[in-house]
Structure formats: structure tokens, C-alpha cells
């Protein structure tokens, strides 16, 4: 049996960590650990957490955003690593099969899952290039990593480091999805292993997307993708979150985020990567499958319920 550790990152979500970790500990694999990310909560979680020989607690002595759960990464022993958030539920004893099951493709870097909605069971947080209404029951390769609800193979991470703590929260994922798929790496979505997200409002700011969406878009083009196609990304993306931002009033943040993104252009160039042409080959497959403009149009520009 692989050992598997659960990684939960947490932020002064009392009611949210102790629930999950109950949850976490019901289950029956005998290979488990279960490490808790304290992000610098107003308390200290070691202290409301139950005592148990596969748990432990780490804390970070800054809130370091959604890359804090890096520590846990750093900390963890096991081959494979599931990354949770505390708000985000439901992962069984047949899920972490379903994990190793995809693992045992020893070209699988990491693996997202389905995530549903507390309450209403409705498909969300699906940041891929399908179509959700085609393609949600489908295994397939990504190049997105869905932070929250994801499993890595340790020595995926290995080759090619973790989240870059500049980004704070926000596209690190993808950032992150390209270098393993440079290093010749597999990302896929995997339907089979579904968990739950309850979306605690606590700890989100409502202008985080539209300034932290900004700015690292930029960012990830730089380090990561080849000329030409970062150009494109940018270009659609800045603009999609420009619109965004004026129709849901909050344009000084996408403003912001466009000027602090290009003082950070020389420092991220420094750390891109080399692009290989399996990555040019990979991305070219991956955007064959895209959803359709004008329904891209209709999901987005006229819905503001995205939740990240």
C-alpha cells in the first residue's frame, strides 16, 4: 500500500478544520497521514484539533495564501499527496482508491476531481478548457490544477517545485500544471473521485479575483509558456477581466493588478522555464477540445457565480 498524505490548508475556519479533520480521520486506509495547514489563524489550530498518530499540525508564521499549503507539501511523507481545502468534503475510502488507481499510469503527475456544491449538488469550481456540460463525467488531460481538491505524486513535485509563493493565490495552479507537463508529465481530471465544497465565505475578500486573476495571468505567461500562445492567453484573458471588472464594479483592482503584474515581469522572466515542444504539442491537444466563444460568452459574461 502507498502511503497517502491528506494536506488541508486552513485559515481561522474553527468549525470548518475540526470537521474535516473528523471526517478525514473516519477513514479506514491503513497507509493514511493527515497534515494541517495553519495559515496563521488568529488562534492556533494544533490546539482544537483532536490528538491522533496520523495527524499533525503545521503553521505558518505568515498568511501565505493558497501557495501556504506548501508547507504541508514540504512536511508530508507519502508518495502520493492529496491537497484539500477545509472547506471542501466528502473524500472516501473509495476515492483514494480511485486516486491510486489513476497513479498506477506512472506517467500521472497529478489528478483533479469533480467538485459539487454544498447543498445543491450542482458541478463547480471546473476550471478546464472543456465544456462542463460535455465533458464533466469524462476523464481527460488538463493543463489546470484545481488547488483545493487535487492529488500529486510526490516525486512529480520533486522534479519541479512547488507553488510559487509570489502568486499568493491565483493561477498558481496552472503555473504549476505547466511545469509538470514540461517536465514531461501527465495532468489529467478524473470524474471518479468527487468531493465536496462548502464555500466558506469567511477569509474571502470580493475583489481578490479581479486584482490576484490579473496580475498572475501575466506572471504565468512569462515563466512558462511559449511566446506566441502567451500573448494570445494574455491578451483574452486581461480583456475577459477587464469587462468583468466593470460590470461588477471593481475595475480599480484589475487596474492594479495590470501595474503591479508588469513590475514583476523581470524578476518572474528570470525563473521561466525552457520550453519543451512536448508542452507546444501538449497545449495544442488540450485547446482542440475548448469550449465553444460564444458559449464561453454566455456562461461567463452573464453569470457572476464563479467561485474560487
Known amino acids: 500500500m502507498e502511503k497517502v498524505s491528506i494536506i488541508v490548508l486552513t ?5 470548518r478544520i475540526q470537521r474535516q479533520v473528523k471526517e478525514l480521520l473516519s477513514l479506514s486506509y491503513g497507509r493514511l497521514e493527515i ?20 495527524l499533525f499540525c503545521v ?12 508547507e504541508g507539501i514540504k512536511a508530508a511523507s507519502g508518495k502520493i499527496l492529496v491537497t484539500l481545502d477545509d472547506d471542501v468534503y466528502g473524500l472516501t475510502d473509495a476515492d483514494i482508491g480511485h486516486i491510486l488507481d489513476c497513479f498506477s499510469d506512472k506517467a500521472i503527475g497529478a489528478v483533479n476531481f469533480k467538485v459539487l456544491e454544498e447543498g445543491t449538488g450542482r458541478l463547480i469550481n ?29 516525486r512529480a513535485l520533486s522534479d519541479v517545485g512547488l507553488y510559487p509563493y509570489e502568486f499568493f493565490i491565483s493561477h498558481e495552479g496552472l503555473d504549476l500544471s505547466l ?59 486581461l480583456t475577459a477581466m477587464l469587462i468583468y471588472s466593470i460590470r461588477d464594479g471593481f475595475f480599480k483592482y484589475w487596474l492594479r493588478g495590470v501595474v503591479d503584474a508588469i513590475k514583476g ?37 452573464f453569470s457572476t457565480e464563479v467561485k474560487i
Open 265 to 301: 515581469v523581470r524578476f518572474h522572466y528570470r525563473n521561466r522555464i525552457v520550453v519543451a515542444s512536448a508542452l507546444v504539442v501538449t497545449l495544442r491537444e488540450i485547446d482542440a477540445y475548448r469550449m465553444r466563444t460564444i458559449k464561453k460568452i454566455k456562461k461567463r459574461l
Open 35 to 54: 497534515v494541517v495547514v495553519d495559515n496563521c489563524s488568529d488562534f492556533l489550530v494544533s490546539e482544537i484539533l483532536p490528538e491522533d498518530k496520523r
Open 126 to 154: 471546473w476550471c478546464h478548457p472543456r465544456d462542463s456540460d460535455i465533458y464533466s463525467e469524462c476523464q481527460f488531460v488538463t493543463y489546470e490544477i484545481s488547488e483545493g481538491a487535487v492529488a500529486f505524486r510526490s
Open 179 to 237: 511545469r509538470l507537463i514540461n517536465a514531461g508529465w501527465k495532468v489529467i481530471y478524473s470524474p471518479k473521485i468527487e468531493v465536496i465544497h462548502g464555500y466558506e465565505l469567511l477569509s474571502r475578500s470580493n475583489w481578490r479575483r479581479y486584482y490576484y486573476d490579473t496580475r498572475n495571468l501575466l506572471w504565468v505567461a512569462v515563466r512558462n509558456m511559449p511566446f506566441v500562445y502567451g500573448v494570445k492567453k494574455v491578451s483574452v484573458g
Open 59 to 70: 503553521r505558518n508564521e505568515e498568511n501565505l495564501g493558497a501557495v501556504g499549503r506548501n
Open 11 to 15: 485559515y481561522n475556519r474553527k468549525d
